[in-house]
């Protein structure tokens, strides 16, 4: 068996922005990661898009580190009623309020000065990875939606 090795990624030189944003009325959090490269220019970004229970900072920090370290800006947030984010009741699932808050999510990325508004690609997890077809649906103009293990028919499920 081979030993699998996870790159040293503690030396990625990145910023991160905290920021709010407006989805269903609810105010939403929001985490912008810089790479050093953003300073000077507009550079392209990530928006991800959790899944069933997923918060900033949960299971992301390594996807995070290498798309910042290829030059990406990457958007975390929290939906509505999860995390930082404000809304009643708590931890509540809807998923079309879901596809609403990321849609306010992607619009509060593309209005960050840091972001090249027109390369944007989604990212989306388990859940997560449903809305993102959705949402690239939607938005003909980004560069691409990758899916990392999606749920793609709930009733199936």
Known sequence: MVARQNPDLLDVKASAIKSVFVADGDTCSA??????????????????????????????HS??????????AVMEFDF?????????????????????AANAALAHLKSQQQVDAHRIVLWGTS???????????????????????PMLDGVAA
């Open 127 to 149: 859940f997560g990875g449903g809305h993102v077809v959705d949402l690239a649906t939607q938005h003909p103009d980004l560069h691409g939606a990758i899916l990392h293990v």
């Open 63 to 72: 996807f995070v580190n290498r798309f910042v370290a290829a030059g990406y």
């Open 31 to 60: 985490t912008l990661h810089l790479p050093e490269s953003a300073s000077a220019k507009p550079v392209p970004a990530i928006l991800m898009v959790g899944g069933w229970g997923s918060v900033q900072y949960a299971l992301t």
């Open 80 to 100: 509505p009623c999860w995390g930082l984010s404000g809304g009643w009741p708590r931890q509540d699932i809807n998923p079309w309020r879901r596809v609403r």
